[in-house]
């Protein structure tokens, strides 16, 4: 077909083919929320609907070569880009142009970068970047194919036949959403799930658009200028009963405050309602809103008690407020995450925590201090401690911000935790920009951090001696950072083990500041990439070594207490040895100990701590029911699956507690 017979075509009609890349969660795969939103405005608002044929998206990794054989036949590729996927999508529009030059190659999402001449040069292949919002702008390039005069579209920068570069500023957000159709009940998802009637889907739900918040590691708030738009209350119902009459097990919410709205509570309270009738939806995961304690509470109460969620995210990132005013957080308060973990504590709702390492103004002082006040306010079941990167849109990436604060970053492929080594043939690593240290923490303090996560995670997190620590806390008071950095200071002569779990741990540091992967590999455990800690935690019981591990631990936190040690050391020192879950372990057991440390640790986990009781008191351990004779099982279902909700320790209750010789 000659060039006038293409152009001819495309006036008439247009093959139009959308990817947007996600990686699988669990064996299970993300309906394409972005490129089917694309769709279906297109659908809606195009003058000459019939125009346009739309082939089945891509919608997860697969061989570069597969894809663009799936493409091959279009007049126009639009690709969805960000973090996880920009790579991977830059290939294959890259070999789409060698093999068809007349197709026409549209990028957007959040990894096009706002400063895009650099970008679109770097790419030539892609002849039209998308900068913001995309409905409304892929629209109007459909329409001026073939022509592609692309100079007066709004939220767009191409490079024109004569080299030069033209960027168009932003259109105005769509501050009325109902214009674009949901891609669930438009049924634009159909055709792919009957197309893989063997996948399992992940449901990308979005609520409202928008963010009020303009931290600067994030590109939410940036990129939707702080405006919130919300999208009707009874298309959103709507969908929901969508994905349960579909069985769709797994949603993920898109908003950046859930719980923001009043109406958010009726949305829980309906997404509950419908697993309770139907077992569908099983999982709803959501961003919490900052602020909105209230709401909060009420949104992720209903959750939990619905069995919708694993735990409630409490991401502070920091606790400092010097860190907080750096990254334009300080108007969200901490004082409002505090009270909420606080509160779900004292309901039994299980939470976890989030800190990012390395962000501007944030020392090691001020990070492990932050840990300190984190776990003595009640965080008793998780922290995750991230590592920053610069996303391409956020202030941060800012040349200027990035010397005012002296990020010093390194280039890292992005491996997911538990993920494999290997990238499938013909795939394409994706990479990120890491911070490995700033002006305020530098790089051996930036290895001093993370290793002290590590180890916090390994000690308290995981269990392995989250016990003794809590009665050390509270008996002692002894505060959590001086253990775990008396941990850290572990002397090889007189505590080798511990000595070496901690070099282990700045190794691993070490590592990731020479562009190393963030997670360690194991080819014996499973072939996959393991936290620090919780590698740790598998090399001490494969290596048979966690009973040295409790002796060396316990003569260090000996010394650490000084003068009278409390008696009711040795039983909590026994009863977490006793409740740790293990491999080829198959019988029941019982411990019986001299005062009640189980029920001071309970309460302390509770948010109601009460004073240390007599005994003696007889725990019995039900170790039979999470038995396990294959180590790999073990990795799996305790170690990995386990990790957020720290789920490490075998079921038991007391069965006889003797208080003044009475039973």
Same mark, same amino acid.
């Given at each position: 077909?000659?060039?006038?017979?293409?152009?001819?075509?495309?006036?008439?009609?247009?093959?139009?083919?959308?990817?947007?890349?996600?990686?699988?969660?669990?064996?299970?795969?993300?309906?394409?929320?972005?490129?089917?939103?694309?769709?279906?405005?297109?659908?809606?608002?195009?003058?000459?609907?019939?125009?346009?044929?739309?082939?089945?998206?891509?919608?997860?990794?697969?061989?570069?070569?597969? @894809?663009?054989?799936?493409?091959?036949?279009?007049?126009?590729?639009?690709?969805?880009?960000?973090?996880?996927?920009?790579?991977?999508?830059?290939?294959?529009?890259?070999?789409?142009?060698?093999?068809?030059?007349?197709?026409?190659?549209?990028?957007?999402?959040?990894?096009?970068? +706002?400063?895009?001449?650099?970008?679109?040069?770097?790419?030539?292949?892609?002849?039209?970047?998308?900068?913001?919002?995309?409905?409304?702008?892929?629209?109007?390039?459909?329409?001026?194919?073939?022509?592609?005069?692309?100079?007066?579209?709004?939220?767009?920068?191409?490079?024109?036949?004569?080299?030069?570069?033209?960027?168009?500023?932003?259109?105005?957000?769509?501050?009325?959403?109902?214009?674009?159709?949901?891609?669930?009940?438009? +049924?634009?998802?159909?055709?792919?799930?009957?197309?893989?009637?063997?996948?399992?889907?992940?449901?990308?739900?979005?609520?409202?658009?928008?963010?009020?918040?303009?931290?600067?590691?994030?590109?939410?708030?940036? /990129?939707?200028?702080?405006?919130?738009?919300?999208?009707?209350?009874?298309?959103?119902?709507?969908?929901?009963?969508?994905?349960?009459?579909?069985?769709?097990?797994?949603?993920?919410?898109?908003?950046?405050?859930?719980?923001?709205?009043? %109406?958010?509570?009726?949305?829980?309270?309906?997404?509950?309602?419908?697993?309770?009738?139907?077992?569908?939806?099983?999982?709803?995961?959501?961003?919490?809103?900052?602020?909105?304690?209230?709401?909060?509470?009420?949104?992720?109460?209903?959750?939990?008690?619905?069995?919708?969620?694993?735990?409630?995210?409490?991401?502070?990132?920091?606790?400092?407020?010097?860190?907080?005013?750096?990254?334009?957080?300080?108007?969200?308060?901490?004082?409002? &995450?505090?009270?909420?973990?606080?509160?779900?504590?004292?309901?039994?709702?299980?939470?976890?925590?989030?800190?990012?390492?390395?962000?501007?103004?944030?020392?090691?002082?001020?990070?492990?201090?932050?840990?300190?006040?984190?776990?003595?306010?009640?965080?008793?079941? %998780?922290?995750?401690?991230?590592?920053?990167?610069?996303?391409?849109?956020?202030?941060?990436?800012?040349? +200027? &911000?990035?010397?005012?604060?002296?990020?010093?970053?390194? +280039?890292?492929?992005?491996?997911?935790?538990?993920?494999?080594?290997?990238?499938?043939?013909?795939?394409?690593?994706?990479?990120?920009?890491?911070?490995?240290?700033?002006?305020?923490?530098?790089?051996?303090?930036?290895? %001093?951090?993370?290793?002290?996560?590590?180890?916090? @995670?390994?000690?308290?997190?995981?269990?392995?001696?989250?016990?003794?620590?809590?009665?050390?806390?509270?008996?002692?008071?002894?505060?959590?950072?001086?253990?775990?950095?008396?941990?850290?200071?572990?002397?090889?002569?007189?505590?080798?083990?511990?000595?070496?779990?901690?070099?282990?741990?700045?190794?691993? /540091?070490?590592?990731?500041?020479?562009?190393?992967?963030?997670?360690? &590999?194991?080819?014996?455990?499973?072939?996959?990439?393991?936290?620090?800690?919780?590698?740790?935690?598998?090399?001490?019981?494969?290596?048979?070594?966690?009973?040295?591990?409790?002796?060396?631990?316990?003569?260090?936190?000996?010394?650490?207490?000084?003068?009278?040690?409390?008696?009711?050391?040795?039983?909590?020192?026994?009863?977490?040895?006793?409740?740790?879950?293990?491999?080829?372990?198959?019988?029941?057991?019982?411990?019986?100990?001299?005062?009640?440390?189980?029920?001071?640790?309970?309460?302390?986990?509770?948010?109601?701590?009460?004073?240390?009781?007599?005994?003696?008191?007889?725990?019995?351990?039900?170790?039979?029911?999470? @038995?396990?004779?294959?180590?790999?099982?073990?990795?799996?279902?305790?170690?990995?699956?386990?990790?957020?909700?720290?789920?490490?320790?075998?079921?038991?209750?007391?069965?006889?507690?003797?208080?003044?010789?009475?039973?």
């Amino acid at each position: 077909m000659s060039w006038r017979e293409r152009v001819i075509k495309m006036a008439e009609t247009l093959s139009v083919g959308l990817v947007q890349i996600n990686n699988s969660f669990s064996g299970q795969s993300y309906l394409p929320y972005s490129v089917a939103c694309l769709e279906g405005y297109v659908r809606r608002h195009s003058p000459t609907p019939a125009r346009y044929r739309f082939l089945l998206p891509v919608y997860k990794r697969v061989a570069v070569q597969a @894809a663009v054989e799936q493409l091959i036949d279009c007049d126009v590729v639009g690709f969805s880009t960000y973090v996880w996927n920009a790579r991977i999508s830059l290939e294959i529009a890259r070999r789409l142009k060698a093999r068809k030059p007349e197709i026409v190659i549209i990028f957007g999402g959040p990894h096009v970068p +706002d400063a895009t001449e650099p970008f679109l040069r770097a790419n030539p292949f892609i002849d039209v970047a998308v900068n913001g919002e995309g409905e409304q702008v892929f629209l109007a390039l459909l329409e001026h194919l073939p022509d592609r005069r692309w100079e007066d579209i709004a939220g767009t920068s191409h490079i024109n036949a004569e080299g030069r570069f033209i960027q168009t500023p932003k259109p105005t957000r769509l501050n009325d959403l109902s214009q674009v159709p949901s891609p669930f009940l438009d +049924d634009l998802f159909l055709p792919l799930m009957q197309a893989h009637p063997d996948e399992a889907w992940i449901g990308l739900w979005e609520t409202n658009r928008g963010c009020p918040f303009q931290c600067t590691y994030c590109d939410w708030g940036s /990129a939707t200028a702080a405006k919130l738009g919300k999208f009707e209350m009874d298309r959103l119902l709507a969908e929901a009963a969508w994905f349960s009459h579909h069985r769709i097990e797994f949603i993920f919410c898109c908003d950046a405050n859930f719980g923001i709205l009043p %109406r958010d509570v009726e949305l829980a309270e309906a997404v509950a309602k419908l697993k309770r009738e139907t077992g569908y939806p099983m999982a709803l995961s959501v961003q919490n809103t900052k602020n909105a304690t209230e709401r909060a509470y009420l949104t992720q109460k209903i959750l939990s008690d619905a069995g919708l969620s694993k735990g409630v995210a409490l991401s502070m990132q920091t606790l400092d407020g010097g860190v907080l005013k750096a990254i334009k957080r300080d108007n969200i308060s901490l004082e409002t &995450y505090l009270e909420l973990q606080r509160r779900f504590t004292r309901d039994k709702v299980e939470t976890f925590s989030d800190l990012i390492i390395g962000l501007p103004g944030e020392t090691y002082e001020t990070f492990v201090t932050g840990i300190d006040t984190l776990i003595a306010s009640g965080q008793h079941n %998780r922290i995750q401690f991230n590592n920053l990167s610069i996303l391409p849109n956020a202030e941060m990436a800012a040349p +200027d &911000y990035i010397r005012t604060h002296g990020l010093v970053t390194v +280039d890292s492929e992005i491996i997911n935790i538990h993920g494999s080594k290997e990238i499938g043939e013909d795939d394409v690593a994706e990479i990120q920009q890491l911070v490995i240290a700033t002006a305020s923490l530098p790089p051996e303090d930036w290895r %001093r951090v993370r290793a002290f996560g590590s180890m916090t @995670a390994f000690l308290h997190f995981n269990k392995l001696f989250q016990i003794p620590l809590i009665l050390a806390h509270e008996l002692a008071g002894l505060p959590y950072r001086a253990m775990f950095e008396a941990f850290m200071r572990a002397d090889a002569a007189s505590h080798p083990l511990l000595a070496e779990i901690r070099d282990f741990f700045l190794e691993e /540091a070490r590592v990731i500041q020479r562009g190393g992967p963030e997670y360690h &590999y194991s080819e014996e455990f499973l072939g996959i990439h393991w936290p620090a800690d919780e590698f740790m935690f598998i090399h001490l019981t494969a290596t048979h070594q966690l009973d040295r591990f409790y002796e060396e631990a316990r003569e260090l936190l000996l010394a650490l207490i000084g003068g009278a040690a409390p008696a009711a050391l040795d039983d909590a020192i026994r009863l977490n040895r006793a409740l740790i879950k293990q491999p080829f372990v198959t019988d029941d057991t019982s411990v019986t100990l001299d005062s009640d440390v189980r029920a001071l640790w309970l309460a302390v986990r509770q948010g109601t701590p009460e004073p240390l009781s007599g005994g003696p008191i007889t725990v019995t351990i039900d170790r039979a029911a999470s @038995a396990y004779d294959d180590m790999q099982a073990w990795c799996r279902e305790v170690v990995w699956w386990g990790n957020k909700k720290g789920a490490y320790l075998y079921t038991n209750q007391v069965v006889e507690k003797q208080l003044a010789g009475h039973f």
